[in-house]
């Protein structure tokens, strides 16, 4: 089955600077790749997601891009803010069942001011 | 907004005991999921749902079953609680495949078990 690695499992920036987050996927089948945001003691929530016809994905300070052929794909949050300390999951959707997905183990970043 | 209402925020059971965590969601939502999340492993499926009485068992169903009676209401048993089931469970539900596979979250029931 489908296997989501993600890297770095802590990330600390200075406000202000740029933030990334990798993972990368086992299936070739996994056509859809959302990321979660989990702000501490909150449930997860979906800030960006990117579907495998598409490379890139912006929205305002967040953006995601994929790499189909080495089938990897990033998390990219420029300016950032002591509101983007959080966890984030990287997902990958199951080749059986659309609806699923295999989670990462998770990224804690912390924006120090 | 969609909400999905899991029954208790903390729960503390006892070795062998048999446990129900209920969750709820009020949008008419097919998908149902649970998840467990423990610290550096992310977020694992349990056992997920897309339709009345149909289950799915995901990556870590052992010692775990479900049930799903009703469209809105999703529940994970524990049969008998053991200690390495001591964890925070997350509830979700999303509406279909596709661009409406949006999970949409519960705040957590974080179980220990002793």
């Known amino acids: 089955g489908e296997n989501v690695e993600q890297h770095p499992s802590t990330l600390s920036v200075q406000e202000g600077d740029s933030a990334v987050i990798k993972c990368t996927y086992s299936d070739s089948a996994s056509n859809y790749f959302p990321w979660y945001k989990q702000e501490l003691g909150k449930r997860p929530q979906l800030i960006i997601d990117?579907?495998?016809?598409?490379g890139e994905k912006k929205d305002q300070r967040i953006a995601v891009t994929l790499n189909k052929t080495a089938k990897h794909f990033s998390l990219h949050i420029t300016e950032t803010q002591p509101e983007d300390s959080a966890v984030y999951f990287c997902?990958?959707?199951?080749?059986?069942?659309?609806?699923?997905?295999?989670f990462g183990p998770g990224t804690r970043l912390s924006v120090l001011p | 907004d969609v909400k999905v209402t899991q029954s208790s925020r903390y729960l503390v059971k006892r070795t062998g005991e048999k446990v129900f965590l209920e969750c709820v969601q009020d949008?008419?939502?097919?998908?149902m999921f649970w998840y467990r999340q423990d610290p550096g492993l992310g977020l694992r499926l349990i056992y997920f749902?897309?339709?009345?009485?149909?289950?799915e068992k995901g990556d870590i169903p052992e010692g775990y079953s479900v049930s799903r009676e009703k469209k809105e209401r999703f529940s994970l048993i524990l049969e008998s609680a053991s200690t390495n089931q001591t964890s925070m469970y997350l509830c979700?539900?999303?509406?279909?495949?596709?661009?409406?596979?949006?999970?949409?979250f519960g705040s957590g029931t974080q179980l220990s078990v002793l």
């Open positions: 990117i579907r495998s016809n598409v």
């Open positions: 997902a990958a959707s199951d080749r059986n069942y659309g609806q699923n997905f295999v």
């Open positions: 979700a539900s999303s509406l279909g495949t596709g661009p409406r596979r949006k999970l949409f």
């Open positions: 749902s897309y339709d009345v009485k149909m289950k």
């Open positions: 949008m008419d939502h097919e998908n």
